[in-house]
Nanobody, 125 residues
């Protein structure tokens, strides 16, 4: 089992920045691909970014250029730096992980086995 805990959410004005963190505990000695998803109020959860075990990031088309995903394997942690935030970025942001190898990453919810509880990001106009 792997437990994921997100932090770093909060309130920010449009144009501002936030950095989300996700720390894993439990069986973290294995290789995991990790990802960020978000769920705006009243909408479905969607893919934001993923990062392979090797540290290669991948982004949803709508976010590329504003968001940067990174990871520190020694800390079992992944991060999502979000710049130039917009009101439409308001959502609960979830960290997800799945056991994998090498450069694999996924963009679908069903591809990830472990999920955090989420952290709220609110962007005001």
């Amino acid at each position: 089992q792997v437990q994921l805990v997100e932090s770093g959410g909060g309130w920010v004005q449009a144009g501002g920045s936030l950095t989300l963190s996700c720390e894993g505990s439990g069986r973290t000695s294995n290789n995991y691909a990790m990802a960020w998803f978000r769920q705006p109020p009243g909408k479905e959860r969607t893919f934001v970014a993923a990062i392979s075990w090797l540290g290669e990031p991948h982004y949803a088309d709508s976010d590329e250029g504003r968001f940067t995903a990174s990871r520190v394997n020694a800390k079992n942690a992944v991060y999502l730096q979000m710049n130039n935030l917009k009101p439409e970025d308001t959502a609960v942001y979830y960290c997800a992980a799945t056991l994998t190898r090498g450069s694999w990453y996924g963009t679908k919810e069903y591809e990830y086995e472990y999920w955090g509880q989420g952290t709220q990001v609110t962007v005001s106009s």
